[in-house]
């Protein structure tokens, strides 16, 4: 089955502490995504990475790290300079360099971050 | 830059009765328009995309969209609400540029 998965699927942490959020796809696509949902406000773009090794900030960068080491996966790290990490993160992947359907985004189940 | 507004931040309808969920964009070129439905706790799940091939676009569940490119619209219908049509569901546009960009969210919910 492809698919894109992320763990977990709820995380709490202390301030002050960074933590790693999880995000896997086996559906071939180039690029991914990390977006952060608040109730009311839709989502919001962090990060994205089109190829390996590259990656581009989003409108909300700031306090947030990624890597793009292998194709397959896109992992997100919530640091303490980010002031309010409450929330719930989202990844996507998207063909984008395929010669279809390369604007559509799908997404993964989400992992939902609580700041105790 | 391309933004999306979505009408109504919640909307709630009768099972059995008409859905109308209300979005309009702003693009400067024609633009990939999408409407995603997330249930609680989860991720969001694409249910139709307008790519310029036909205005009416079918997706899953019944949903159907229309794009109406002089009134920028492409609202979100389904003849007949079911309970398990219950969720929030969000529009995208996109141009094609590796950045799509979301509304805010409208919460369906079905009453019986």
């Known amino acids: 089955d492809g698919g894109i998965t992320q763990s977990p699927k709820y995380l709490f942490r202390k301030e002050g502490q960074n933590v790693t959020l999880s995000c896997e796809q086996n559906l071939n696509h180039d690029a991914m995504y990390w977006y952060r949902q608040d109730p009311g406000q839709g989502l919001r773009l962090i990060y994205y990475s089109q190829i390996v090794n590259d990656f581009q900030k989003g409108d909300i960068a700031e306090g947030y790290s990624v890597s793009r080491e292998k194709k397959e996966s896109f992992p997100l790290t919530v640091t303490s300079a980010q002031k309010n990490p409450t929330a719930f993160y989202l990844c996507?992947?998207?063909?984008?360099?395929?010669?279809?359907?390369?604007?559509?985004?799908?997404f993964g189940p989400g992992t939902r971050l609580t700041v105790l | 830059a391309q933004s999306v507004t979505q009408l109504g931040s919640h909307v709630s309808v009768s099972e059995g009765a008409l859905v109308l969920l209300r979005c309009n964009y702003s693009?400067?070129?024609?633009?990939?328009l999408f409407w995603y439905v997330q249930y609680p706790n989860q991720g969001l799940q694409l249910l139709l995309k307008?790519?310029?091939?036909?205005?009416l676009v079918k997706g899953i569940n019944g949903f159907e969209a229309e794009f109406k490119k002089s009134e920028t619209s492409f609202h979100l219908t389904k003849p007949s609400a079911h309970m398990s049509d219950a969720a929030e569901y969000f529009c995208?546009?996109?141009?094609?540029?590796?950045?799509?960009?979301f509304g805010a969210g409208t919460r369906l919910t079905v009453k019986p």
């Open positions: 995208a546009v996109s141009l094609n540029n590796n950045d799509m960009r």
């Open positions: 996507a992947s998207s063909p984008w360099l395929a010669a279809v359907d390369t604007d559509t985004q799908y």
């Open positions: 693009s400067s070129v024609p633009p990939y």
């Open positions: 307008y790519t310029s091939a036909a205005t």
